[in-house]
């Protein structure tokens, strides 16, 4: 296992978020970290990236403790998407996939043929190369996360962590955003992490599940074995019937209304 | 439909951005035809024919005396100040993430005015250039504790500039308070406050020349980290940058630039905050064109205001920090009525 946090103790100033917090992150899987707001999954996510040092404990990268390790060594190693993506002022799409090579590149150097082979895959692999002269800011929800996506893979790094890359977008874009990410890692043999809301989402496209609550991790494993009456109940606080899904058979989880908890017999469903 | 959509986009991009070079050069070319006509430009009667014959060394007339010991230190200052102004403004922007972001906010000029006001009030009929060196370390002061203040566990750009605000508001007051004291004495103090090139000698060229020779070529080597930070603080860190680090040494040189400058020149308003503007607009977003295009266009402002100041009304000199004042307003307005929409 390449990532690891290992007894993490997660703060911002002196709010504890997450305490003796253990996450092994599989390679070569697409991982999903999921929980309420405020469960510390964007938290973790982000001390996974190096950008949020931990209290106590430690974050393990290629088995060294990554505060320990230069932030431009583990830029090369390691790509993370964060929430709140700032788009510069009129910038084109390639330029902005460029910026996936800073990590490799020094001030004064011309760019490498590697740097340049490196940008036109990751426009290709997310097919965001026709766009490559519009504005970023004009373009589509989803096109506009394919091409952040894009700088992420230009960096080419096997890891590849990202703060809910769906939300604010619609649902086709969603699912743009997820195939691609579920390409990535099928195809190009990717470490996929994210944090993502929506737990059927979730389920369809993760390999493996990390359920959070308060700071803490209440269960993993695939989705099959995580999202269960109970465990939705305990950590969302919500009734919610599991069914498989029609298609992909992976678990459903459709929340229940006040009215309708009484009809369905919950328990026995998830079975 | 794609197609159209990309042709309409590239017809976008104007011609400065696909050719940087030419306009940046045509820019260049003006600023040194201006200060070419800046040093026959003033109080007394210069002719270009005296300026040329001065240039190449003939010193025997009056005229092209005064060119050499009067106007060319001036011109040069135009140069210098300008560049100081405008790159640490362009520097700023970019760190703080603010296009309202300039030397002013982040306290150096109060800061640098302040100390500058405090030395020519304790000692009446000190020269104006023994303030260089009070003003140079009070905008340092200033600016490091705006730094100190702003930082916990890391300064970000949002506390930096509230920060900064604050301070500045202090040294303004702190300003302000020397003034309503000393209500004889200021006069001297008050034109340098203004902001004026009138009287530099060459001693002043040569104690803003080495921090410019320096800090502006640094800054444009980390041009690209500059455009990195830009991308936010996470973004920027996930990209291998150590942005706290990178952040400080950026301010740092920014505020050494500006300081350089407030002191021998005083306080001229809306340079460090409107060539960052027009050199964004002309030549977009990458710093690594941006900086050297913002340094020419405070070059041009500084020539102009120079200009004007000095051949409005002569005898009487206009400080160049009320023409820059002046002209930057409305600039200012319009830019934010043309881009608030």
């Given amino acids: 296992m390449r990532l690891q946090a290992q007894g993490v103790q997660l703060a911002y100033d002196r709010t504890v978020i997450a305490n003796d917090l253990t996450l092994t992150i599989p390679d070569g899987k697409v991982s999903v970290l999921i929980g309420p707001n405020g469960s510390g999954k964007s938290t973790a996510l982000r001390a996974l990236a190096r950008l949020l040092p931990p209290a106590k404990g430690s974050v393990i990268l290629d088995g060294k403790s990554i505060q320990d390790t230069p932030t431009k060594e583990v830029a090369r190693l390691l790509a993370i998407l964060p929430q709140v993506l700032v788009t510069p002022e009129s910038i084109s799409v390639e330029d902005l996939v460029w910026f996936g090579r800073h990590p490799h590149r020094t001030s004064l150097k011309v760019p490498s043929a590697a740097d340049k082979e490196a940008v036109e895959w990751a426009l290709s692999v997310t097919s965001t190369a026709e766009l490559r002269h519009q504005h970023v800011d004009q373009l589509s929800g989803g096109q506009r996360q394919r091409v952040w996506i894009a700088l992420c893979l230009a960096q080419g790094t096997d890891l590849i962590l990202l703060d809910e890359p769906t939300t604010y977008l619609d649902v086709a874009y969603q699912l743009e955003v997820l195939d691609l990410l579920h390409q990535l890692n099928q195809e190009q043999g990717k470490t996929v992490v994210m944090v993502l809301h929506d737990f059927n989402m979730a389920a369809e496209y993760a390999d493996h599940v990390f359920v959070m609550k308060s700071g803490a991790l209440v269960t993993e494993g695939a989705p099959e074995d995580v999202f269960t009456y109970d465990i939705i109940r305990e950590v969302f606080g919500v009734d919610a019937k599991v069914i498989p899904h029609p298609v992909s058979g992976k678990p459903m989880c459709i929340p229940l209304r006040a009215g309708l908890r009484n009809r369905a017999n919950l328990a026995v469903a998830t079975g | ?341």
């Avoid at chain 2, 990195?228 to 860190?237: P, S, T």
Wanted: charged content about 10%.
């Fill in chain 2, 1 to 341: 439909m794609t197609s159209t959509i990309v042709a309409q986009n590239i017809r976008r991009t104007s011609l400065a951005r696909r050719h940087p070079a030419i306009l940046m050069g045509s820019l260049g070319v003006l600023a040194l035809v201006l200060s070419f006509y800046g040093l026959s430009v003033g109080a007394t009667e210069v002719s270009l024919g005296d300026v040329l014959r001065a240039l190449v060394g003939d010193t025997s007339t009056q005229a092209s005396q005064i060119v050499i010991d009067f106007q060319l230190p001036r011109v040069l200052l135009c140069w210098l100040v300008g560049t100081a102004l405008a790159v640490s403004g362009a520097v700023m922007q970019g760190v703080i993430r603010n296009p309202l972001a300039a030397p002013d906010i982040i306290g150096v000029t109060k800061g640098s005015g302040f100390a500058g006001m405090l030395l020519l009030l304790a000692i009446p009929g000190l020269p104006v250039v023994a303030v260089v060196p009070a003003a140079f370390v009070g905008g340092l002061v200033a600016a490091g504790i705006v730094y100190l203040c702003a930082y916990r566990g890391g300064a970000s750009p949002i506390r930096i500039a509230l920060v900064g605000i604050a301070v500045s508001a202090a040294f303004e007051a702190g300003i302000r308070f020397l003034l309503v004291r000393n209500p004889l004495d200021v006069s001297a103090a008050l034109i340098w406050l203004t902001g004026s090139l009138f009287g530099r000698s060459m001693t002043s060229v040569l104690e803003i020349l080495p921090w410019v020779l320096v800090l502006v070529p640094l800054i444009i080597v980390w041009a690209r980290k500059l455009d990195v930070l830009g991308l936010g603080d996470d973004l920027a860190a996930g990209l291998g940058e150590p942005v706290e680090r990178t952040r400080r040494m950026l301010l740092f040189f920014a505020v050494v630039l500006a300081a350089s400058a407030v002191a021998v020149s005083g306080t001229i308003g809306f340079v460090g905050l409107i060539a960052p503007h027009m050199a964004r607009r002309v030549f977009g977003g990458k710093h690594f064109a941006s900086i050297p295009a913002a340094a020419l266009f405070g070059v041009l402002l500084m020539l102009i205001a120079d200009m004007l100041g000095r051949g409005l009304a002569p005898p009487l000199e206009i400080p160049a920090g009320l023409v820059t004042a002046v002209v930057g307003g409305p600039y200012f307005l319009y830019l934010l009525v043309k881009t608030g929409k």
